[in-house]
C-alpha cells in the first residue's frame, strides 16, 4: 500500500487565496516533475531539487498551462509522513486547484483516501495512534482551550505516560513469566510485594486517566445547553447574549421562536452548543406543533437545562411545571428581567429545595448584568474540579476510555491472582490482556478496522 504515490488538494474547497495540493510517496517527486515546468534561473526540477525547497513555475496539463505556482520539495525523511512529499501551491478557487489535481493524478498519483497523510505518517513511525487522533482534534477544535488540549496531545504528553504505564505492566509480566519457565523457584515474598505495588500504582495511573474522559468529551464534542422556560421569559434574548450577537428573533409577542435554534458558543473555554427552544408548551397551529415537538427532542438530548424564569412577573403553572419536570436533570435556575421590579426572589425560589437548590443565577438579558455570572455557573456545572491540573494534558477520548477500562479490568484480575497465590499462568494471562489493551491507546496493538474507522473521520488531504 505504501509503494504508490497519494496526491489531494489539502485546502478547503471554495474560494481563497491559495489553495495547496499535496503528493506524498516514493514518485512524489518524479510524478510533480511529469506537469511541473520550472520557470526562472533559480527554480529546478522537483528531482534536481535539494530538500525542502521552493520553486516558481507552471503546472502543464496536455501541453496547457493550468496554473502558476510554488512547489515545496520534501524529501524523506524529514516530512510530515516521512516519505517524499510536494505541496504545490496555486490560486485559489475551486477550478485551479481541481487543474493542478488532475494534472497530478494524470501524471501518476492516485487520489488519496480521508486522513491517508496521516496514516501514513502513523505507518511510518512518524506519530503514534494517540497523536495522529490529536491531528484530528486539533482540525476541529472550536476553542482554545480544547486547541490546548489537542496539542499536549500531539506533542505526546498522553503517549508518554501510556507508554510509560504498558512498560510497567510489561516488567512485571516478565517476572511472573520468568517464574511460570522455572516453577521449582517461588517468587519471593519481596519481589512479589513490588510487583503487587507496581500493579497496584498502574491501577490507580489508569483510573486517574479514566477521570479525564469526561471533560476529554466535552472539550471534543461540547456540551447540550437546552434554554427552556415560558413564552417571554427571555429564552432567545438569553440565547443572544450568551452568543454575543443577535441570533434568534427577540419580541413581546408569545410564541415568536417557532423553531429550535441551535449555536454553538465558547463558555470559558467550553464549545457549549446552545439550543433556544420554541416552547413545550400546547400548539395553537401545525407549525408551533412540529416546533413544540422538537423543542421535546432537543430537550431530551440535551446534558444541561437553563431554565428562564420571569421575576417581574408571579411564577405561573408552567413555570412549576418546568420546575418539577426537570428535577432529575443538571440545569440552572436562571432569574431574568432582575433590571424591572422583582415579583418573587431568588431566596425563596431556593428555599423550597430543601437545601438541594440548583444554582440560581440572577440576569438581565437587557442590560446583560449577571451573564458573566451564569458563564461561570455554567462551567462550575458541566466541568468537574475532579482532574488535577497535570491532567488536563492528558484528556483522554472514548477510544481511549474504552481500551484503558479493559486494561484496568485485567490489570485488576491478574493482581487478584498473584495475591490469592493462584497459578502463575492465570496472572500472566491477564497481565497480557491488560498490556495489549493499554497498547491500543498509542496503537502499539491494533487492527486494520480501528485504523479505518479513525482515519475515515478525517478530511480528504489531512
Ligand atoms: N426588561 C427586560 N425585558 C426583557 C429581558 N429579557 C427579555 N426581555 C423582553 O421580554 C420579551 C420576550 O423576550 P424573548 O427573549 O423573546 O422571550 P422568549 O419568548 O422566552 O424567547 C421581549 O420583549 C424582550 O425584550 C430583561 O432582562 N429585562
Ligand atoms: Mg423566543
Not at 497535570?390 to 472514548?398: H, T
Request: one cysteine or more; proline letters at 4%.
Amino acid at each position: 500500500m505504501l509503494e504508490d504515490t497519494i496526491a489531494a488538494i489539502a485546502t478547503p474547497l471554495g474560494e481563497g487565496g491559495l489553495a495547496v495540493v499535496r503528493l506524498s510517496g516514493p514518485q512524489a517527486l518524479a510524478v510533480a516533475e511529469r506537469c511541473f515546468a520550472p520557470v526562472g534561473k533559480t527554480s529546478r526540477k522537483p528531482t534536481d531539487a535539494p530538500t525542502h525547497t521552493l520553486h516558481y513555475g507552471r503546472i502543464v496539463r496536455n501541453g496547457r498551462v493550468v496554473d502558476e505556482v510554488l512547489c515545496a520539495v520534501m524529501r524523506a525523511p524529514r516530512t510530515y509522513t516521512r516519505e517524499d512529499t510536494v505541496e504545490i501551491t496555486c490560486h485559489g478557487g475551486l477550478l485551479a486547484a481541481k487543474g493542478v489535481l488532475d494534472a497530478v493524478l494524470e501524471s501518476g498519483a492516485r487520489l488519496a483516501e480521508p486522513g491517508e497523510f496521516t496514516k501514513r505518517a502513523f505507518l511510518n513511525g512518524r506519530l503514534d495512534l494517540a497523536q495522529a487522533e490529536a491531528v484530528a482534534d486539533l482540525i476541529h477544535a472550536r476553542t482554545e482551550l480544547a486547541l490546548a488540549a489537542a496539542h499536549e496531545q500531539l506533542a505526546g504528553k498522553l503517549s508518554r505516560r501510556v507508554n510509560q504505564l504498558r512498560d510497567d505492566l510489561l516488567h512485571v509480566l516478565a517476572h511472573v513469566e520468568a517464574h511460570i519457565d522455572f516453577p521449582e523457584e517461588d517468587i519471593e515474598p519481596d519481589t512479589r510485594e513490588q510487583l503487587e505495588r507496581r500493579l497496584e500504582r498502574g491501577i490507580a495511573f489508569m483510573d486517574e486517566l479514566l477521570r479525564t474522559a469526561n471533560e476529554g468529551r466535552i472539550l471534543r464534542r461540547g456540551i447540550r445547553a437546552a434554554i427552556v422556560g415560558r413564552p417571554n421569559a427571555g429564552k432567545s434574548s438569553l440565547l443572544n447574549q450568551l452568543l454575543g450577537h443577535d441570533r434568534a428573533i427577540v419580541s413581546p409577542i408569545p410564541g415568536t421562536t417557532r423553531d429550535t435554534i441551535e449555536e454553538t458558543a465558547n463558555i470559558r473555554g467550553l464549545p457549549i452548543v446552545f439550543v433556544d427552544t420554541a416552547g413545550l408548551r400546547e400548539a395553537r397551529d401545525p407549525i408551533e406543533a412540529e416546533g413544540i415537538r422538537r423543542s421535546h427532542e432537543s430537550v431530551a438530548r440535551a446534558e444541561l437545562i437553563l431554565h428562564v424564569l420571569d421575576a417581574s412577573e408571579p411564577l405561573s403553572e408552567e413555570d412549576e411545571k418546568f420546575l418539577a419536570d426537570f428535577a432529575a436533570k443538571k440545569r440552572i435556575l436562571v432569574r431574568n428581567k432582575t433590571d424591572l421590579p422583582p415579583r418573587w426572589d431568588a431566596e425563596a425560589l431556593r428555599a423550597r429545595f430543601d437545601g438541594n437548590a440548583p444554582p440560581v443565577v440572577n440576569v438581565s438579558c437587557l442590560t446583560g448584568e449577571g451573564l458573566e455570572a451564569l458563564k461561570d455557573a455554567i462551567k462550575q456545572l458541566v466541568w468537574s474540579g475532579e482532574i488535577r491540573a497535570e491532567m488536563l494534558e492528558v484528556m483522554i477520548n472514548s477510544r481511549h476510555q474504552d481500551a484503558l477500562r479493559r486494561g484496568r479490568e485485567a490489570t485488576l484480575r491478574s493482581l487478584e491472582a498473584l495475591r490469592g497465590g493462584l497459578h502463575l499462568e492465570l496472572v500472566a494471562l491477564d497481565l497480557r490482556l491488560a498490556v495489549n489493551a493499554v497498547g491500543e491507546v498509542v496503537g502499539k496493538t491494533y487492527t486494520e478496522d480501528l485504523l479505518d474507522a479513525i482515519f475515515s473521520q478525517f478530511c480528504i488531504g489531512k
